[in-house]
């Protein structure tokens, strides 16, 4: 028996045991994957993968693609090559191929498509985003699941959820909102004002720890009269809740131990910081944080204290919003952009102007469809890595655990090109590995975590300068609110954004009297598509829902990215319907 991690983009990092057949199951010892993984890993051996390099549709040896790899990056200017990776694999070793192109003096795709504005508003008021594990979360009475939905993303969070008063902030009704105490069914970018309104309330009702404020912030009473500044009216229309549900949560909260988990539904918008950022002063107003079950957790910085090689120096693009069209070679590395950025047409557009583009994957997508150079990767059981999780803090070791012929790994691709255009070649894998482990991890009961865990999550200290939390003083909600419905952008549980199985309909609500199958027309300034339907009771009267992955998730998805943190706004827009006859 091997063990190893999985390297999915996932709350969860399992812990795998390997047999000699290759069969995966969940390490039973593992205090957060306790013996089970999800379906993905379940089935990974049934999703058929790319196996051998093609170019211009012909299969080709390995050798054939990397010298033909080698001839493009010679004949277009470094200037006008573009390195873009997605997130299909978040070990550490996969940042290695930045290195050759930042020393190739390529530019590099920089920014998100997934939680980077929230992130930049945890920081700004925490100056460091740390996570709430599952273990963290057992000792909590309360949960609010707030924009997060464990049972799809999460999974191994939901033993910590039992027998907790269960509190959902969601426009769906997720599978969780029918056991929770109270689903507050909120509108879409509604998050902001809620968690304003909670911080009014609060203060009205004095429930506010007035020690840990005093003691561990900076800026109250700025941010008090901030809020008190915002018509009551106004909050409560622009979140759509009544004062009854809210009366309800507070109810629910006073005085107990709450973790509120927030996951990216929150922030898929243009001031997404800032929707963190007060989900994070009512947190700082209940004296939350630094507390045994308490405080608020959102996707991490796995990285956080640790020392990460690949720290590179180079000209970036920004990756949401990149303008593949600019560039000659296109380099794109565990990703589908043509699926999973926002504005598809955009994205089109761009890499039809592209003279070369090279996908560098596991399986075969939309981008591979249009690739010239298709190289093959090695799966995570053929290369060795190392992952740090953004929902806990275990150190998942990920040893290669088998020799195989197909594809070629990142490490040794990156050691090539290196080679080949005579810059210095890497440390050892081991090496650079070990060293990223040991810049801050300790042992415990048999296990490696991040050492910054030793104490609960700020127990001892903020992050920002002056070691305080920071309360915000304003914020900018530039949306203009135009007729149509809201489409929701969310995860399913059969695919891992557009890996192994994707679901294809458009979800719409009941009361649009629409047949299953029936097919409509979207549209919006950023495109126009249709869509089979299926029709469902989860969703309010005002939106519509496709899961990430779907093949046209992206055709009306704007081309912007957010205030601060360089992030796409998958729901920053609205569109119309009509039904197709
Ligand atoms: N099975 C599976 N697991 C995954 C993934 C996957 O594709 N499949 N993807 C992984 C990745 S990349 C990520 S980033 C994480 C994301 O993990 P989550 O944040 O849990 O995922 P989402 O489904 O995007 O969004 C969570 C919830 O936000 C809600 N939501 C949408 N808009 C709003 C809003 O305006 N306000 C509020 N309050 N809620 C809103 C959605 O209805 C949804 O229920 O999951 C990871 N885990
Ligand atoms: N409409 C809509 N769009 C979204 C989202 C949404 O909810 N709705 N979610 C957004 C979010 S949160 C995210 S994180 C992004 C994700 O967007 P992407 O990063 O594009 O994610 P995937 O679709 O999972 O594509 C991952 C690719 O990585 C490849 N891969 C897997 N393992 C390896 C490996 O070891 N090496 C190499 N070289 N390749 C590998 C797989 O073949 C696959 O093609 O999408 C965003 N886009
Ligand atoms: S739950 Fe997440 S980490 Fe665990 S096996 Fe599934 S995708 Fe991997
Ligand atoms: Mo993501």
Redesign the pocket.
Request: aromatic letters at 8%.
């Given at each position: 028996m091997h063990f190893t991690t999985c390297?999915?983009?996932c709350f969860d990092g399992c812990s795998i045991a390997v047999s000699k057949e290759l069969k995966l199951k969940g390490n039973k010892a593992h205090p957060i994957t306790q013996g089970y993984l999800c379906h993905h890993l379940n089935h990974f051996h049934t999703f058929e993968?790319?196996e051998e390099p093609r170019y211009l549709g012909q299969s080709i040896k390995m050798e054939e693609a990397l010298t033909i790899l080698q001839e493009k990056l010679n004949t277009y200017e470094p200037s006008r090559t573009l390195f873009f990776?997605?997130?299909?694999?978040l070990?550490i070793m996969?940042g290695v191929?930045k290195q050759f192109f930042a020393s190739h003096r390529a530019v590099l795709a920089s920014g998100?498509?997934?939680?980077e504005a929230g992130d930049a508003g945890v920081c700004e008021g925490r100056g460091a985003n740390l996570c709430l594990s599952p273990l963290h979360v057992k000792d909590a009475e309360v949960v609010i699941l707030w924009g997060r939905n464990p049972t799809v993303t999460n999974s191994h969070m939901l033993p910590s959820l039992k027998g907790k008063t269960l509190i959902v902030i969601d426009p769906v009704k997720i599978d969780l909102s029918h056991h929770a105490d109270l689903h507050i069914q909120i509108k879409p970018r509604g998050d902001l004002y809620l968690a304003l309104l909670l911080c009014r309330l609060v203060a009205m009702e004095e429930m506010e720890d007035c020690t840990f404020l005093n003691e561990r912030t900076l800026n109250y009473k700025d941010f008090l009269d901030f809020i008190s500044g915002i018509p009551m009216r106004k909050l409560l229309d622009k979140a759509h809740v009544n004062l009854d549900e809210i009366g309800e949560l507070l109810h629910l909260i006073k005085g107990k131990k709450v973790s509120i988990l927030v996951g990216?539904g929150v922030q898929?918008y243009s001031f997404g910081h800032s929707v963190l950022r007060a989900i994070d002063a009512l947190g700082a107003m209940l004296g939350l944080f630094g507390k045994v079950g308490c405080g608020v957790g959102y996707l991490s910085n796995s990285g956080f204290g640790y020392s990460l090689p690949f720290k590179v120096d180079a000209k970036k693009e920004p990756l949401p919003i990149a303008n593949f069209g600019k560039y000659d070679l296109v380099f794109i590395?565990?990703?589908?952009?043509l699926?999973?950025?926002?504005c598809t047409s955009k994205v089109e557009e761009g890499l039809d102007k592209a003279k070369c583009i090279v996908?560098?994957?596991?399986?075969?997508?939309e981008?591979?469809a249009r690739a010239h150079l298709i190289?093959p990767?090695?799966?995570?059981l053929a290369?060795d890595d190392v992952k740090l999780s953004y929902g806990h803090p275990f150190v998942g070791r990920m040893p290669k655990i088998v020799e195989s012929p197909i594809?070629i790994?990142?490490y040794a691709l990156t050691q090539m090109l290196l080679a080949a255009f005579g810059h210095d070649s890497l440390e050892s894998e081991a090496t650079i590995i070990e060293k990223v482990i040991a810049s801050n991890s300790v042992e415990k009961d048999g296990f490696l975590i991040s050492k910054t865990y030793e104490d609960l999550p700020y127990e001892k200290t903020f992050y920002t300068k002056s070691g305080q939390f920071e309360f915000m003083d304003e914020f900018d909600d530039d949306f203009e609110d135009e007729e149509g419905f809201y489409l929701i952008?969310?995860?399913q549980n059969k695919?891992?954004?557009?890996?192994f199985v994707t679901d294809e309909y458009l979800y719409v609500p009941l009361c649009l009297g629409l047949e299953q199958e029936e097919r409509v027309r979207l549209t919006n300034r950023y495109g126009t598509c249709e869509y089979a339907v299926m029709p469902t009771a989860i969703l309010r009267d005002d939106c519509l829902l496709?899961?990430?992955?779907?093949k046209n998730?992206?055709r009306l998805?704007p081309h912007a990215m957010s205030q601060e943190g360089n992030c796409?706004t998958?729901q920053e827009m609205k569109v119309r319907l009509e039904k197709v006859t």
């Open positions: 390297p999915l983009d993968r790319i990776k997605g997130s299909g694999n070990g996969q191929t998100s498509l997934c939680d990216i898929k590395q565990g990703g589908n952009p699926n999973q950025m926002p996908y560098f994957g596991l399986h075969e997508n981008t591979s190289i990767a090695k799966t995570f290369k594809g790994s990142e952008a969310a995860k695919s891992l954004n557009s890996q496709l899961y990430s992955g779907a998730a992206n998805t796409a998958y």
